[in-house]
């Protein structure tokens, strides 16, 4: 019922800066929270940044200062500016939303949309 898709990984040079973009569509009612966490092989998922529908944001220490998280709510999209990369910043970065969404004239919530996952890759 909820898609999310990201773009904007890539390869880039330490102290480099890339920008990822998620937009959700489907059969959406509101957007609750958007985010991006990430994951490195062997590695559990984590937290790099939240934003919620009324503009709070919330970001992990390790990207606090170099990471900007921020939302378009008309167009349902999340974005991820990222500066000052570090080679440890390198993982697949996957979008998160908290979402209500309709379904058999109904409005459900799901905190576990998810999207592809976009890889990002820091290295000289």
């Known amino acids: 019922q909820v898609q999310l898709v990201e773009s904007g990984g890539g390869l880039v040079q330490p102290g480099g800066s890339l920008r990822l973009s998620c937009a959700a569509s489907?059969?959406?009612?509101?957007?609750?929270?958007m985010g991006w966490y990430r994951q490195t092989p062997g590695k559990q998922r984590e937290l790099v940044a939240t934003?919620?529908?009324?503009?709070?944001?919330n970001a992990a220490d390790s990207v606090k200062g170099r990471f900007t998280i921020s939302g378009d709510n008309a167009k349902n999209t999340v974005y991820l500016q990222m500066n000052s990369l570090k080679p440890e910043d390198t993982a697949v970065y996957y979008c998160?939303?908290?979402?209500?969404?309709?379904?058999?004239?109904?409005?459900?919530?799901?905190?576990?949309?998810w999207g592809q996952g976009t890889l990002v890759t820091v290295s000289s």
């Open positions: 998160n939303a908290d979402v209500s969404y309709w379904s058999g004239g109904h409005v459900m919530r799901t905190l576990n949309a």
């Open positions: 934003i919620t529908s009324g503009g709070k944001t």
């Open positions: 489907g059969s959406i009612f509101r957007i609750n929270a």
